[in-house]
């Protein structure tokens, strides 16, 4: 557990947080150490500090020039666009009796609009991507101006409306905060004080790293959070003092691990230059020192949050690995950068005798992070699990085995880790699965030598 500064405790990796599949040792990549760059692709500028107006036709362009969304998909950009100034031209701040600004006394609706151009710019013209841009647009909707979720559900759909969710501040009504989930928070008189802050934030970000196991909310946050550092040196003294702390460690925390060490490098002297800040290092993700890691599946590694998340360097990474989830599941999934090669076919290419199928990723395109997510099946053979039979429910991630018919486990994926598999039948298969796992894993580093590590300096 790091401590970051401010109080703020989050659970963030450590040099050991990816475990090798049965203890074995997975070759490492030469490379050189601390002053080394990634090969992995750098966001646009524009990511980092948009500068000028931003206007809704200049991310429909962003959206647009990809040709992937609809014209009817499209329009509901516009309706978020004007859904924002609405709730914006509607809402009278009782403090001020004016419509809200931003503390440093900028165009409230320029910030949301930043946001939304930051997602927009990384994406590739997706239905995902449009989503994820709306609901940056709206992500300050339901805490500032009181519009409910269940709107922005029934207009944009409960992708948008989660991810909006994910990103609202609580209320405090006194005893315990209030979520935007619940009816309460839109009639609730918030009763959050300053010195409530580190408590508030503890609370959100909680709920946003390991609750909601979602890293497109995180990449808003973080984008959000990215640009109000470019305007924390014009808010009061005392604001600026109080945030500073949290929202340079939880942009960090999320950036370092998303982006190219190159952009990671301008965000920390941009920092120490112009907020005259330094970074705090247990914020910084570490690269992966190897060129395949060995990871848990992806539905637990995003419930424990940032924790195993490493920063990108154009590795594999295996997610599910272990003998155990390969027996449960019958499948591991594995990342490769999403850098236009047609992996799918140079893995079919090379593993012939097993099936491989695309799955979604959970990171826009333009990120170094973002990966091609492939879902690689064919260790556990079913003829061989006689009297024994495996389904997943991916929706509610449990497992449910059954043996002549009759259901004997049922289990998450997260404890999946303490099942035991003592019966001599199961106990010899994983024994196979796990020859066949190993067998697997040597053979991708093969396969990095000869497909990934040679595009290196060629992506972005």
């Known amino acids: 557990m790091s401590t970051p ?177 619940n009816s309460a928070y839109y009639q609730l008189k918030d009763k959050y004080i300053h010195s409530m802050y580190e408590r508030r934030g503890y609370s959100y970000y909680r709920r946003l790293y390991y609750d909601s196991g979602d890293p497109s909310a995180w990449v808003i946050k973080a984008a959000d959070n990215l640009d109000n550092l470019h305007t924390l040196k014009e808010v009061p003294p005392e604001k600026r003092q109080r945030n500073v702390l949290m929202i340079v460690n939880n942009t960090l925390a999320v950036l370092s691990r998303m982006l190219a060490k190159e952009d990671t490098d301008r965000l920390v002297d941009y920092i120490r230059t112009e907020l005259g800040f330094e970074a705090p290092p247990d914020a910084i993700a570490g690269f992966a020192d190897r060129s395949v890691v060995a990871c848990p599946p992806r539905e637990i590694l995003l419930r424990r949050g940032l924790q195993g998340v490493t920063a990108p360097d154009r590795q594999i990474n295996v997610y599910g690995a272990d003998p155990k989830y390969v027996l449960l599941l019958g499948w591991i999934e594995i990342g490769l950068p999403d850098d236009g090669t047609d992996y799918l076919g140079l893995l079919r290419a090379m593993f012939r005798d097993y099936s491989v199928m695309e799955q979604n990723s959970y990171l826009p395109p333009g990120l170094a992070a973002s990966e091609k997510i492939f879902r690689i099946s064919g260790f556990r053979r079913d003829d061989q699990l006689h009297p024994y039979t495996f389904t997943y429910d991916p929706a509610e991630r449990k497992i449910q085995v059954s043996k002549d018919g009759k259901p004997f486990i049922i289990a998450g994926l997260g404890a999946a880790e303490e099942l035991s598999f003592e019966e001599p039948h199961l106990k010899a298969l994983r024994s196979h699965i796990n020859e066949k796992c190993e067998l697997f894993l040597m053979e991708l580093e093969d396969f990095h030598k000869k497909h990934v590590a040679v595009n290196e300096g060629g992506a972005g």
């Open 5 to 181: 500064p401010g109080g703020l405790q989050l659970t963030l990796p450590d040099a050991g947080r990816c475990k090798r599949l049965s203890e074995v040792v997975l070759h490492s990549c030469a490379k050189d150490d601390a002053d080394r760059l990634s090969s992995v692709k750098c966001v646009p500028a524009a990511f980092l500090h948009p500068e000028g107006i931003i206007t809704i036709d200049m991310i429909a362009a962003e959206t647009r020039k990809y040709g992937n969304c609809s014209p009817a998909q499209l329009q509901k950009l516009y309706d978020a666009y004007e859904l924002l100034v609405s709730s914006h031209r509607d809402f009278i701040d009782p403090e001020t009796g004016k419509n809200l600004t931003r503390d440093d006394g900028s165009d409230y609706l320029q910030h949301a609009m930043r946001v939304a151009y930051r997602i927009a710019i990384i994406g590739r013209g997706r239905p995902g991507d449009l989503q994820q841009t709306i609901a940056a647009m709206l992500h300050d909707v339901p805490e500032d101006f009181g519009v409910p979720l269940e709107i922005i559900r029934a207009q944009f759909g409960g992708r948008v409306a989660d991810m909006v969710f994910w990103l609202t501040k609580p209320k405090w009504n006194g005893e315990s905060w209030v979520y935007a989930d």
